[in-house]
């Protein structure tokens, strides 16, 4: 006898540039996974500083997650690469301008060689999305 398939479906949300070899996100059961955040601004260009460009990574996760009808509280993980790990403290004095500070995500980081397009910082993040808001 064959049990009913009891697993969670799986949602793909295509997105980004015309031949990106990943999907924008991708929903497991009430888990968002975003796929990773560079400082790209609209018109494809970075500021120069990481501040800036951590600034701009965070509102482009901010944008992503309004399009699926969510807030950054709905972030329970992030994770963060750094091309410099002596600029961790920049970073974080952006990055906690996002959250409150009792929901702050559970969160790693790890410094990267190279990020893509000469980034100087990427953020991916996991979000909570209960019910079918997509």
Do not use: H
């Not at 949300?13 to 924008?24: L, V, W």
């Not at 996760?61 to 994770?79: H, N, P, S, V």
């Amino acid at each position: 006898m064959n049990e009913p398939d009891t697993r969670a479906p799986i949602e793909y949300f295509p997105g980004g540039r015309p031949g990106s070899p990943f999907s924008r996100a991708v929903r497991v059961g009430d888990t968002l996974y975003l796929s990773g955040q560079i400082g790209n601004r609209a018109d494809g260009t970075k500021a120069d500083d990481l501040a800036g460009q951590t600034r701009q990574t965070m509102e482009n996760i901010k944008a992503e997650l309004a399009a699926f009808g969510l807030g950054m509280d709905a972030i329970f993980k992030c994770t963060v690469m750094l091309a410099d790990m002596d600029q961790w403290r920049d970073f974080n004095a952006v990055y906690l301008e996002y959250f409150a500070p009792d929901r702050l995500p559970a969160r790693s980081a790890f410094g990267a060689d190279k990020l893509v397009g000469g980034a100087l910082t990427e953020v991916e993040c996991c979000a909570y999305m209960p019910g079918n808001n997509a």
